[in-house]
């Protein structure tokens, strides 16, 4: 069915992503050197990932448990037998000038991934995940920064042949939003079961988006685009959403979209073509004659099974319903494992009852503060006890809820211990029903105009007189009244 | 490698008077195929884009002769990466046979045939892809084995075709090649594709009885096109001689062997083109400076490659290419699994099966260099052991008219190096070869 495009015609976009992430074990794919980032130039390589004549690769075993991992996490099935192909192309930081790469047997295939869209929750199909090899990294010296233009090119190896899993999602994603959902639900997962450090900013995630649009009702396809260079959450939103646009104005415009790799310029806020599909290489793929295919044994799988970790999709669910808050604060302690941890230990000292102040606390008290200093919380002079012990007090009513937040400033910026704190500050809340009533029976005599106002006002306005009673029983005591106890004996002294 | 050497020989002697325990292969001398890496020793492969390439590490191999106590005294010369049945297409020099200078050595680890034949030292080491070892060894007049792929470890032999190399001896006799097989084989955890297992020393079966065991001689490897009467003669004096000692011989039929020079001329470069792939002039080797890194990359290539090398890379690149792969790799794949079977079938019968190793004795220098599809079929009795991962040797049985060595081809299974030995060492002490070359040590 062809659709007759129209100004009104809707759109809809269909986007698949390819993430490349940098697997964080100690050596290489194919060699015993040190997988890290940040050494000198050129100090991590050796005759196999340096390319030299004659050398060979050996498998390291530990990024074909990482790869279980990862199989485990997203659901995907872990076949008998995987296999490397070589896939061939010059370039001067590969240097085999072939990438030792799986191609139609990999490792991990149909996995899958939940995220949370704005209609609820929705299932990205990951069709995907393979083992492969980093390329070492190129600096182009000269003005433009890039290849072209450059007066010369230095190459460091420390990265090449450093293990990368490339995870490949079905064209289930619909927009931005959801691309950015599935990317950081992605890495909240990858992040769980420690195979990653999953930064965007530091290459060690990099995000290529297959973008292209239809009219809506349309079952074909539409020409899609590869998008590359995006750098953060950030870019790849605005990157995808730049593009669905520049695409629904091309075929708007009755002009066709064409298949090419697009760059993404973060400053200039655009898209542009990096090569058509009919300059792009022929890889003549063929299985890799020095390695033997990958078996994982059931040992092994068994292993990593047994041994695998609290998923975040889980520790959600466990969380609001153990600790009965909220599906965003579960969201927020989940993607940030060491406010959880601090939460989770605070918890563990002062019990489930306390964990939903502890959480709420933590999140705006304790993070928000801290991340305007921009301290971390493992370092910050508050600690877990603290926590537990000030979320105690309000819940045995010896605090206010008010009391607590300044109680937990001064404990942000410079620590202390609780019970000194409280008395040092005159923080203690005072929940002695008659010296309450004393207070409650002054102000009431104080006030007696409004109170006489009180038998013929309707509900609004027994709010109001209600609220205006009680700011004057609390600065009378000068904060420290209980609030429960000054109202219930406010009302109970006004009757009907 | 005069200094190491010399080093080396020292080093025996005191190990020597100081008593202690001497190495399998103390005494001797031993000299590299120049493909295979040695330490602070030029590795030129026989290319300008290796000339004077100095690696930094030793080939396994090359370390388990150190260890064994051989001195190895030099790298020989071979057909640029090993490309070639002559030795010709070494971008340095021309090897001559030591029989009759004017034949070629075959190759194409022609040098280390002809180092061992000329007697210059105990054995040698070649790499065979596709009869590399075996085809020299009968031309001149020595024995040349292709062990068991994975049987010995390819950890530093400069790659050609990755599926079909292996790495054996040269030696001018079964007993001394068996020796030093012996030291190469074992497991090699630096090599994926070497295989775990521990061996039984061939030197144990030499000499031992033949009889009963089954002898094949391979119809479709027996011409009668571009085959030497004398050869093919040889061939069956041979086979008598096994049944006067109690084998029994009969025929036997590999047909997808017909298939095997194509194959082989598919998957050998495929794997080559990828291989060399690495010699960009941006690391090591030679470097031609243009004005862009890919500019570079090209006129490198250009100026380091050889004729017979860019030919191979070119059918490698076309056999791998979208829309002929399943043409050309994916059948040539196929043609492999059918011979494996064939050879399979054809081992239910017979203990070890025979061939000439080569069509023809050794030819004239520069009379094949014209036609690479002549130049080609020199191995079309060798390569099917590569392209099946089994193993088969070159034994010397006699000379043909003009007094050039023949050599016999001994197969067998993958891992029958053991029945593969004991017909062999039967095989030398029938025969009783001793064609004394022309040039050399005697
Ligand atoms: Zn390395």
Known sequence: ?496 | MESQALEQAKEIDRKKSAGETLGALAGTTVAIKDNMATIGVKTTCASKMLENWIPVYDATVVKKLKEADAIIVGKTNLDEFAMGSSTENSAFKTTKNPHDTSKVPGGSSGGSAATVAAGAVTFSLGSDTGGSIRQPASLCGIVGVKPTYGRVSRYGLVAFGSSLDQIGPFARNVSDAATLLDVLSGYDPMDSTSINKEYKPLTDVLGSDIKGLRVGIIDELKGPQGFQREVLDAVDETAKLLEKNGATVGNVSIPASAYGLSAYYIIAPAEASSNLARFDGMRYGLRVEEQSAALTNEATRQAGFGMEVKRRIMLGTYALSAGYYDAFYAQAQKVRTLMINDFKQAYENFDVLLSPTSPTTAFGIGEKTQDPYQMYLADVCTLPTNIVGATSMSVPVGVDDNGLPIGVQVFAPPLGEEVMFQVASAIEEQANYNAVPVVGAF
């Open chain 1, 1 to 496: 069915m062809t659709i007759t495009i129209s100004k009104d015609t809707q759109f809809e976009a269909v986007i698949g992503l390819e993430v490349h992430v940098e697997l964080s074990t100690a050596t290489k794919l194919f060699c015993g050197c040190a997988n890290d980032f940040g050494s000198d130039p050129n100090t991590n390589v050796c005759p196999v990932c340096m390319a030299l004549p004659g050398s060979l690769p050996v498998l390291n075993e530990r990024v074909v448990e990482f790869a279980l991992r990862i199989g485990e996490a997203l659901d995907f099935d872990v076949p008998t037998q995987s296999v490397f192909h070589r896939k061939n192309y010059f370039y001067p930081d590969m240097p085999k000038n072939f990438q030792t790469s799986q191609y139609d047997q990999p490792i991990c295939m149909d996995g899958k991934l939940e995220i949370q869209t704005s209609e609820g929750t929705k299932v990205i199909r990951i069709e995907r995940a393979h083992m492969e090899e980093d390329t070492g990294k190129s600096t182009h010296v000269g003005s433009s920064g890039r290849l072209h233009g450059a007066d010369y090119s230095l190459v460091d190896y420390n990265r090449a042949g450093v293990p990368l899993m490339e995870i490949v999602s079905r064209p289930d994603i619909s927009s931005s939003q959801e691309a950015r959902a599935y990317v950081s639900e992605l890495r909240a997962v990858l992040k769980s079961i420690d195979v990653s450090d999953v930064k965007m900013e530091e290459g060690s995630m990099r995000v290529d988006a297959n973008v292209s649009v239809r009219p809506v009702g349309q079952e074909q396809l539409g020409i899609r685009a590869e998008i590359k260079n995006m750098n953060s959450l950030r870019s790849l939103g605005r990157a995808v959403d730049f593009e669905i646009a520049r695409q629904i104005a091309l075929v708007k415009s009755g002009e066709p979209v064409i298949q090419e790799t697009r760059h993404w310029d973060e400053n200039a806020g655009k898209t542009s073509s990096m090569r058509s599909k009919e300059e792009a290489n022929d890889y003549r793929y063929f299985p890799e004659p020095d390695l033997v295919p990958v078996v994982p044994t059931d040992d092994m799988r068994e292993m990593v099974h047994s041994s695998m970790p609290e998923l975040p999709a889980q520790k959600r669910t466990r969380l609001v319903d153990d600790w009965n808050i909220s599906d965003s604060d579960a969201r927020t302690l989940v993607s940030n494992p060491e406010l959880y941890e601090f939460v989770q230990v605070a918890v563990s000292i002062g019990g489930t009852d306390i964990a939903k102040d502890a959480t709420s606390f933590a999140i705006i008290e304790v993070a928000g503060e801290l991340n305007e200093k921009g301290l971390a919380i493992d370092v910050a002079p508050i600690t877990s006890e603290n926590l537990a012990q000030v979320c105690t007090l309000v819940a045995n009513a010896e605090l206010s809820r008010n009391q607590a937040k300044t109680l937990l400033g001064y404990l942000v910026d410079r620590g202390g211990v609780v019970s000194s704190l409280v008395q040092e500050l005159g923080l203690k809340q005072v929940s002695d029903t008659g010296a309450l009533e004393a207070i409650v029976d002054e102000v009431l005599a104080q006030y007696s105009d409004d109170v006489a106002q009180w038998a013929d006002a309707d509900e609004g306005k027994r709010k109001k007189l209600q609220g205006f009673f009680m700011g004057k029983c609390m600065a009378q005591s000068k904060g420290q009244g209980n609030p429960q106890i000054f109202n219930s004996l406010i009302e109970s002294k006004l009757g009907n």
